[in-house]
């Protein structure tokens, strides 16, 4: 299948060439990254409360990936100020999605892991994320599903430029 070309690119840039790539991954990656915002599970509460803002949702995210972080930790692996996380964890905690304990060497720090609460609700976001992806993975043909696969190691090193 070819990709259209891109009306906005100036005539005579090849495709091949950084920047056209540049832009075409640039619209792309943030249309899918949009898309996949909108998929968001309910939050504390339910419905109501509506989700986790992005912010809080990726602190939740990494104290799970890491088992336990003190809250400098997070907020320098997050790269916001520290009193802006103080914000976020305040809320995680209010809605019971993390919970603090004694730091095990530094009785001046605490420590934060999720909660079965914290867990449960990433588990659900990330369940109706990737059920949506693969459907529409599978409106692909094999051939671009194993370009994709090929593609998805070279994204990630990308990101962690």
């Known amino acids: 299948m070819s990709t259209p070309p891109n009306p906005r690119r100036p005539q005579g840039r090849s495709p091949g060439r950084a920047p056209g790539l540049a832009e075409d991954l640039r619209i792309s990656i943030a249309r899918l990254s949009r898309r996949l915002r909108t998929l968001r599970a309910p939050g504390p509460g339910g419905a109501v409360a ?8 990726a602190a939740l995210a990494a104290i799970e990936r890491n088992g336990s972080m003190t809250p400098r930790e997070l907020a320098d692996h997050e790269k916001v100020q520290p009193p802006s996380m103080t914000r976020v964890i305040a809320f995680l905690e209010e809605h019971g999605l993390v919970a603090r304990s004694p730091h095990p060497t530094d009785g001046r720090q605490v420590v934060l892991s999720a909660t079965e609460a914290g867990r449960t609700l990433l588990g659900e976001e ?3 994320k990737e059920a949506w992806l ?6 692909l043909t094999p051939e671009e599903r194993e370009i994709l696969r090929r593609a998805a190691p070279i994204l990630d090193k990308i990101s962690r430029a």
């Open 134 to 139: 693969s459907q529409r993975l599978g409106e």
């Open 50 to 57: 509506g989700p986790l803002s992005l912010t809080q949702f």
């Open 126 to 128: 990330r369940r109706k």
